[in-house]
């Protein structure tokens, strides 16, 4: 006979997602188990063109804030944005204590200090080998293949069994400096017993296994062999290996090195210090030499692959960099494939830069092979399955389409159909007697983050930044005695992002009529209160508006009562 | 000895683009002898987000309006919106008799009853064998392969020499209704010399020779005979010929055809019409009769297959459709690759049938074999240079890169290096006595249509929209004496797009005091002029408020006078 009490229930394990789901960025997860909960990661998203003005999206964390006593830390699985870009701004509601590898914590201390939150913060270095204790929880870890050094993939050992977070993660197994991943400790969790495996999604719907990072240090070096002028590269800054690669081939053809883009700077150094990549002294020459040098002799890595208007490559490709000027004959290497959205600010620059009369070497990872995804394609995403062979299993960090892939393939692999939980973020798993069953919901959404040190934008400002952007707006002044409500200036227009040409005028003077006569005709009893104009004003002139133009404007009427 | 007079050189030939260079869209041409002006095409473009607001962009027709008395006619190669889609714009300002073959002008019908231009125009119906004689010019047609009916080549023998302008084309050598290219024809364009070749280079890009359209009828009617329940399918509705073939696979299959969408209803009603479909007549059903039958005996023919969030299939997958609901274990196919920018909204769409547990068959065309483009690749482009041994090359329709790769194509079959001429929208090849040369510009550009009968929107407007969609704006109303400048009423402020929640009140209240104390500042010594408090105003507030929010809303000062 089961008899299930009331302890049992208060002790259960609980695994959710704040972000992560049906999307890619702001990754966050938490496990938790009774009083003890842990953060897995805490990143940043990317607002699309719909959001008007807003810089950034981070998880909504009222649930972290209602449970602040419970955390015991926030464990980072790798230093890229989507996974550590909310930090600072969770760290300004909740302190928390922070634990991630040497190199991703390098990444976490560069946003810290624009943050000016270093001080406070308090940051523990871990590597595949660290053991951790929470409560009722241990933590271990096993190294992963990413394209960013230094990844971790976790095991929490909970008194209900064990729990898998991959982070993000491919099999290469030529990695470039020998950075293997943990195959025989992942079979040997596997071994353990695995109740949950939380696995990411990217790729779940490319056939195949990833190719091996190494693969593109050879095209790279051929490029380089190839090229009679200067070399121009650009590519991921976190792509520490990929760097060693274009490092090592620039030592190869006997060329110098210059480094353009804030953020590569910024990695670079982080990466140097922290014995991630290895660069000859004289091998690094400033922007400023480069012009000075024979063009044979110089290669140039920048920021910018993914046509960000800002970054270096744009500046070269628009001839607007101060320092380094693309000239015909040099030779132009996009070492990264662009992300869904950014292809056509891609374009704009492999147009620009043939218009320089560069040879430009771009297009899919498949033609040039110059990129490869650090994301496991189907078959990495079912060796990491096989070797875990978990219960239940949770896809994470993809879109409905990738999680319910990732999903067949898990089917195809032996998970038994019902034991995996397609959950959005903010659904809960709950497990208690190693039966799982998702029903509850906790709060969770995007948080805007618009500027610095003000706040949060909310919906109504969006929409009002819709209808001004599509429309433009039309303020009405118009002043009333305060006696009697009628009119003492004539109305006053003034349209932003509204009015056309010679057209317009027309159009305006007709606006000013219909206010008057709205007026009149409204006061023509008794003096109204001035709520009722404007509304009835906003009625008459935006139907009169739209009847002449097709175009709804914001209209803004302002009355002044003397 | 050469003698160059001076007639010659008035009856110089001329070739330019008024749209479709450094883009793909807004398609318009012009052939000039001495005073016989032909256009072929008039496309439109859709805008991007950057263009706030703006429906539609067409191309500046400053030289044609200043050159009226010279158009002998537009000689539309084929249907597509890139290539008619500006035409009621052009017949409001210049009437122009309109040359297209049976099915185009069909499409363009539809649109000027739409614009209520179709009794004033003018439309003359070719075929391939037509032969026209326009002045100094004559005029004579070779039929293409390409995604829409009934499409041309045209070939403008002049006094100077033979220009071949190609349309849009691919080489399909088994081809959907037997609609065969006139590859004889164009070998004997080519024998007879061509002086001039203006050929379109949308796949300039792509190695190898554009599959046939045949092969998608191949997995279509695979796809749906492996359809245990409903099957939805969306394509392009101006491709008939993959029409027809769903059709063909529908009657294969013991299916009833629905239409939804109206773009699709209106094609196929001209294509039906005018004997360009085929459609057994109990094979089509309304759209309410969908639920009524066995899903297994139903095929759903939609629009919306590039992701347009209003379109029938973006409606079926979120459930919003008043006929058809999408069902656990029906099958969507999406029968058209995304086009550039298109793929997020396309993913989206995805997800959501996902969701409803459809089976969905997506992703690139290499993929699943449902599309097929009907722009040559490489070798096609190569096929007709080959064809038609030019002497001068202008390659067209296309960005940058292709333009230029595609002279590396013409190059690498025969064409002299020096003669192609990659021009830019507006650059004038003339050509005297078999000499060409570039140096003339005339007027070109973006006109932007937003609205209806409006007219165009200017930079400042588009600015402002880009301002007001960013950071929202601030209008300060403040009413001061005519007299003595003093301040009557206090400042008041309102903000729309910008505002914070609760930080906000704290804002504007200090807004209201630093405005206070610049007007008393200003007015201290003698009273100023308006301007002069606006700018002061504005100046005080934006900083104020950028230094507070790192925010720049739009500042409205408004000063009434009593």
Redesign the interface.
Known sequence: MEVITLTVIKNALSIFALGGI?EIGKNMYVIQYADDLLIVDCGAKFP??SL??IDLIIPDITYLQEHKEKIKGLIVTHGHEDHIGGIPYLLKKINVPIYGTRFTLGLIELKLKEHKLLRETELIEIGSDSALHFGQIDVSFFRTNHSIPDCLGIVFQTPEGNIVHTGDFKFDLTPVNNQFADIHKMAEVGTQGVLVLISESTNA?RPGLTPSEKLVGHHIEEAFLHAERKVIISTFASNVNRIQQIVDATIVTNRKLALLGRSMVNVVDVALERGYLTIPEDLLIDAREVKYLPPEDVVVLCTGSQGEPLAALARLASGNHREVKILPEDTVILAASPI??N??GV?RI???L??LGAK?IY?SSSNTGMHVSGHGYQEDLKLMLTLMKPKFFIPIHG???ML?QHRLLAESVGVKRGHTFIIKNGDVVDIENAKARQTRKIPSGDTYV?????????GI??R???Q??????L?I?L?LSKADGSI??EP?T?S????????SED?LLKVNVLVKATISELQEESKQQLFVLKREIKKAVGQYLFS????KP?I?P?I?E?
Chains 1, 2 share one sequence.
């Open positions: 049906n699309d063109e008007l003005g719907e869904p959205g292809e056509k374009s492999v147009d620009n043939f218009q430009v297009g879109e409905f389409r319910h618009d500027g610095i040190g003000i706040g949060e934008v909310e400002v969006l009002d930044r819709k001004l952007s599509e429309d433009g707006m303020v002044v002043t003492i200036l006053d003034i932003r992002g509204f009015v056309y040409a010679k057209e159009l002449q133009t097709k175009r914001m803004l302002i002044i003397i």
